[in-house]
Nanobody, 125 residues
Framework: QVQVVESGGGLVQPGGSLRLSCAAS????????MGWYRQAPGKQQELVAR???????DYADSVKGRFTISRDNAKNTAFLQMDSLKPEDTGVYLC???????????????????WGQGTQVAVSS
């Protein structure tokens, strides 16, 4: 099994910054991608940013130029630096980890999605 734990959320004024962290642990064989998704009240869950093991990065159009995703492959950790925050950035931020694990037979399993519990981000004056 894989445990995914997010941290770093909080309340910030418009224009402020926050840095989210996502740490994955457990019987991980190889992580292929880590990403941040956002669940805002009354809206569908959306991809905010995603980074692959090879370093390919995708951002939602709404956060380009303001958010930066990075990753420490050695520590199975991803970060989301959020600058120039806007009220519309408010929501629960969930970390997604796509990885292969070491199965009961000792062999790698197929790639599976694992999710954290989420961390709340509120942008308000």
């Amino acid at each position: 099994q894989v445990q995914v734990v997010e941290s770093g959320g909080g309340l910030v004024q418009p224009g402020g910054s926050l840095r989210l962290s996502c740490a994955a642990s457990g019987s991980i064989f190889r992580i292929s991608a880590m990403g941040w998704y956002r669940q805002a009240p009354g809206k569908q869950q959306e991809l905010v940013a995603r980074i692959t093991s090879g370093g390919s990065i995708d951002y939602a159009d709404s956060v380009k130029g303001r958010f930066t995703i990075s990753r420490d492959n050695a520590k199975n950790t991803a970060f989301l630096q959020m600058d120039s925050l806007k009220p519309e950035d408010t929501g629960v931020y969930l970390c997604n980890v796509q990885c292969r694990t070491i199965g009961a037979t000792g062999l790698p399993t197929d790639t599976t999605d694992y999710w954290g519990q989420g961390t709340q981000v509120a942008v308000s004056s």
